[in-house]
């Protein structure tokens, strides 16, 4: 099994424990940096339930029923980010066909 891997698991169980994690647990009882620690649970997120909401601290492993409230609350602020970062990519999508266009007619690109 491998470092990450091992890790996952030891979050995953940790989470199963208690009932929140934080960022911070995670960087020190792992010796991970921050970056580091939001991409591994990340990754279990592709896995497993995670609830992240922008109104509490930590992470939470959904367990029962009582969780459904708080997943239906972590869908809409995942749905809102997306429709945002939609938006961000609008611009960056017209400069660049802006700058095809230039270099198109420069016969720069074929």
Same mark, same amino acid.
């Given at each position: 099994?491998?470092?990450?891997?091992e890790i996952k698991t030891s979050i995953y169980l940790m989470l199963v424990e208690k009932e929140r994690l934080t960022?911070?647990?995670?960087?020190?009882?792992?010796?991970?940096?921050?970056?580091?620690?939001?991409?591994?649970?990340?990754?279990?997120?592709?896995?497993?339930?995670?609830?992240?909401?922008?109104?509490?601290?930590?992470?939470?492993?959904?367990?029962?029923?009582?969780?459904?409230?708080?997943?239906?609350?972590?869908?809409?602020?995942? /749905? =809102?980010? $997306? *429709?945002? #970062?939609? !938006?961000?990519?609008?611009? +960056?999508?017209?400069?660049? /066909? =802006?700058? $095809? *266009?230039? #270099?198109? !007619?420069?016969?720069?690109? +074929?």
């Amino acid at each position: 099994m491998s470092k990450i891997s091992e890790i996952k698991t030891s979050i995953y169980l940790m989470l199963v424990e208690k009932e929140r994690l934080t960022k911070w647990d995670i960087c020190v009882w792992f010796n991970l940096t921050e970056r580091q620690a939001r991409k591994a649970i990340a990754n279990l997120a592709h896995e497993y339930p995670i609830i992240a909401l922008s109104d509490t601290k930590g992470y939470q492993l959904a367990k029962t029923e009582n969780d459904l409230e708080k997943i239906e609350h972590a869908w809409k602020e995942i /749905d =809102k980010r $997306q *429709k945002e #970062l939609e !938006k961000r990519k609008v611009p +960056l999508m017209e400069f660049r /066909d =802006k700058i $095809q *266009k230039t #270099l198109f !007619k420069k016969g720069e690109i +074929l």
